[in-house]
C-alpha cells in the first residue's frame, strides 16, 4: 500500500470510506484539519470517515548504496559540496541586493534634494515676480505688488460663466445665419477696394468692432488709433506709453496691451483704466463671451483675468512656457492657450485647473473658435497650413494649406469662413455644411500681418506689414 499523498509505504495506514484511498494518518489529519476534503476526490470527508488499517510492521531495507563507509563517506561529500555552492549562491545574492538598495537609496536621496532645491528656487522666482512692477510710463502709480496664484474667480463671476455657457450653449445649434450675411460668391469677389497710408510701423495686430466701422491698432512708437474704415482717417488717437503688441474691443472701448506688461482701457480716446502687471510683453488679450471678464497673457509664462466691473485682477495661472496666444471657447467655460513649445493648454474658466494639453508640430501663432463650438483653428510657426480640430476629438480633423506662413486665422460669427493673413497673402477658406466639403473662395496677395472681418463679413480688413490698412470687398 501506498500513500495517496506522499507516494510512500504508510506507517499508520487509514482509508477513507467514500473514496477508498489509502492515506498517512498524520498527512491525512493535518490535511483535513484546513480543507475538510479529500485531497485526491475533493469530496467532502472528516476524521469520522476514516478507517484505520491494519498492517505489519516492516523494516525497510537500507539503500544498497549507503551500506559501507566509503559510500556514506561519498554520500556526505556530495551533500556538503551543495551546501557550500547553496551558501556562496546566497551571500552572492546578498550583497548584489545590497548594493541596488543602496543605489536606490541615493538615487531617492538625491531626487529628494533636488525637488526641495527647485520648490525652493520656484518659491523666491515666485516671491521676486510678486513684487516686480513695470518702470516707465506703463507702470502702476502705487506700484502695489500683484497676488500670486489666486487662481478661482470669486463666486459671482463663476455662476455669470455658468450662466453664459448654458444660454449660449442651449442656443448656438438653433442659430440661423443672419440676415444679409455674406455668401461664397460674395467672398470670391472679394478685391483690394482702399488702403492707408501707413500709420503705424510694427503694428502686429488689428481689431473691428461690432459695427464693422472702426478699426483699432497701434505701432512700436507707443502709439494706437481708433481709426473710421468709411471715412479713411484717424478718429482718436491712443497715447499707451509702450510699443503696442495687441488690441481688441470691448463693446465701444477700446482695450489695448503693451510690452511694458499692462492692458490699458479707452473710451472716445481718454483713458479709462490700466490693468495687468506682467513681467514682460502682453503677447495675447481674449475677452469672454460674456463681456465681464478680460484674459491677457504674456511672455511671462502666466495668464490673468480681470472683472471689467470693477478693474481688478482676479485671478491667474502659471503656465509651463512662454504663451503666445489665448482665447475663450466661445461658450466661455475653458480658456485656451498656445505655447512657444508647441503646446496648446486648456484651463478651466472658474478654477483655473489644467484640463488637457493638446501637442502640436511647432510653437503656437494663433488660436481661432468657431462658432459651432466644437472646431478651433490652430495656426503654427513657420507652418504653410492651418489645422482644424474637434475639440471632442481633441485632435485635427482637417489640415488647409494656404501656400505661404501664416499670421493669424480669424473665424467669422457663422463658421462657414477662415481668413487667414500671412507674409504672402489673405485667403479665406470656406466650409460647406451640405456637401462637408472645403474650399478656397478667394486669395490675394495682400502681404498682411493681422485680419479681420468687417460687418456681416462682407469685408476683410488687413493690416500690412508697413502699419497701414488695406480693405477687401466686392466690387
Not at 205 to 227: H, K, W
Not at 324 to 341: E, I, K, R, S
Not at 425 to 437: I, N
Request: contains cysteine; proline residues 5%.
Amino acid at each position: 500500500m501506498l500513500c495517496a499523498i506522499s507516494g510512500e509505504a504508510p506507517q499508520v495506514p487509514v482509508a477513507s470510506r467514500k473514496s477508498g484511498n489509502v492515506f498517512e494518518k498524520r498527512l491525512i489529519e493535518a490535511h483535513l484539519a484546513e480543507h475538510h476534503t479529500d485531497p485526491v476526490t475533493g469530496e467532502d470527508l472528516s476524521v469520522e470517515d476514516l478507517i484505520e488499517l491494519k498492517s505489519p510492521r516492516i523494516v525497510n531495507p537500507r539503500p544498497p548504496n549507503l551500506t559501507s563507509i566509503p559510500s556514506l563517506l561519498s554520500a556526505f561529500q556530495n551533500e556538503w559540496d551543495a551546501i557550500v555552492l547553496e551558501t556562496f549562491t546566497l551571500k552572492q545574492q546578498l550583497a548584489q541586493t545590497r548594493q541596488e538598495l543602496s543605489t536606490a537609496l541615493y538615487q531617492n536621496d538625491a531626487a529628494t534634494r533636488v525637488i526641495a532645491r527647485l520648490t525652493r528656487e520656484r518659491d523666491e522666482a515666485r516671491e521676486a515676480l510678486s513684487n516686480v512692477t513695470v518702470t516707465g510710463k506703463g507702470a502702476a502709480a502705487n506700484g502695489d505688488a500683484m497676488q500670486v496664484d489666486g487662481q478661482a474667480l470669486p463666486e459671482e463671476l463663476a455662476t455669470m460663466v455658468d450662466e453664459t455657457q448654458q444660454q449660449l450653449f442651449a442656443t448656438r445649434r438653433k442659430r440661423p445665419i443672419p440676415e444679409g450675411w455674406a455668401t461664397g460668391d460674395d467672398i470670391t469677389a472679394f478685391d483690394v477696394t482702399t488702403s492707408s497710408e501707413p500709420l503705424y510701423p510694427g503694428s502686429s495686430a488689428v481689431s473691428v468692432d461690432q459695427t464693422g466701422g472702426l478699426a483699432l491698432f497701434g505701432g512700436t512708437d507707443g502709439v494706437a488709433s481708433v481709426y473710421s474704415i468709411s471715412q479713411q482717417k484717424v478718429v482718436h488717437t491712443l497715447k499707451c506709453g509702450a510699443p503696442v503688441t495687441t488690441a481688441t474691443w470691448w463693446e465701444s472701448k477700446a482695450v489695448v496691451a503693451t510690452s511694458a506688461g499692462v492692458v490699458k482701457i479707452f473710451e472716445n480716446g481718454e483713458e479709462l483704466a490700466q490693468m495687468g502687471s506682467h513681467a514682460g510683453a502682453v503677447t495675447s488679450i481674449s475677452l469672454h463671451p460674456s463681456g465681464a471678464i478680460l484674459a491677457s497673457a504674456g511672455a511671462d509664462k502666466r495668464f490673468m483675468f480681470y472683472d471689467l466691473s470693477t478693474f481688478e485682477s482676479v485671478s491667474q495661472v502659471y503656465t509651463e512656457a512662454e504663451i503666445t496666444c489665448c482665447a475663450f471657447h466661445v461658450d466661455g467655460m475653458l480658456f485656451f492657450t498656445g505655447g512657444l513649445d508647441g503646446n496648446i493648454r486648456i484651463f478651466d474658466v472658474k478654477t483655473g485647473a489644467s484640463m488637457a494639453v493638446l501637442e502640436t508640430s511647432g510653437p503656437v501663432r494663433a488660436i481661432s473658435f468657431s462658432e459651432n463650438g466644437t472646431w478651433f483653428a490652430v495656426a503654427e510657426k513657420g507652418s504653410n497650413s492651418v489645422s482644424v480640430w474637434d475639440l471632442r476629438k481633441q485632435a485635427p480633423i482637417k489640415v488647409l494649406d494656404v501656400g505661404g506662413p501664416i499670421d493669424s486665422i480669424h473665424w467669422d460669427y457663422t463658421g462657414q469662413f477662415l481668413a487667414t493673413a500671412g507674409p504672402g497673402s489673405v485667403s479665406v477658406q470656406q466650409y460647406t455644411k451640405a456637401s462637408k466639403s472645403w474650399s478656397e473662395p478667394v486669395r490675394k496677395a495682400v502681404p498682411a500681418r493681422d485680419v479681420a472681418w468687417g460687418a456681416s463679413a462682407l469685408s476683410l480688413v488687413a493690416l500690412t506689414p508697413e502699419g497701414g490698412l488695406s480693405v477687401l470687398s466686392a466690387a
